[in-house]
């Protein structure tokens, strides 16, 4: 499995006081199979290399229909979380994410580290 961390479980990660739950779940992963969207942070670049996912066609042409699938639902989400999403989706990744409620109109695998 691979895993595509959100911008929250990053800023957790490097808190002066992070959560035991998600400094317990991430440390049972091979650091192998977590990724950074490339919107994500750009100071963890050297960390992440080769593990940066780029947004390409095929994670545009899923965000355009995600998009309009949500804002036709009246659920539109931030441009910045579709493509997150969108991401996911293309590469098959699951979400580690605090923010499960915006992903759940989404056809998306989600872990909340912080429940985990």
Request: glycine share 0%; net charge negative; aromatic share 6%.
């Amino acid at each position: 499995m691979k895993y595509l961390l959100d911008t929250n479980i990053i800023s957790e990660l490097v808190s002066k006081n992070p959560n035991a739950n998600v400094i317990n779940f991430i440390s049972l992963l091979d650091e192998k199979t977590l990724y950074l969207s490339v919107i994500t942070e750009e100071d963890l670049m050297a960390r992440f290399a080769n593990r940066i996912v780029n947004i390409d066609m095929e994670t545009m042409l899923i965000w355009a229909k995600q998009s309009q699938k949500l804002k036709a639902a009246g659920k539109p989400l931030p441009i910045m979380d579709t493509l997150i999403a969108s991401t996911c989706m293309a590469n098959d990744f699951i979400l580690l994410t605090r923010n499960e409620k915006d992903f759940m109109n989404l056809d998306l695998k989600i872990i909340n580290p912080f429940n985990a």
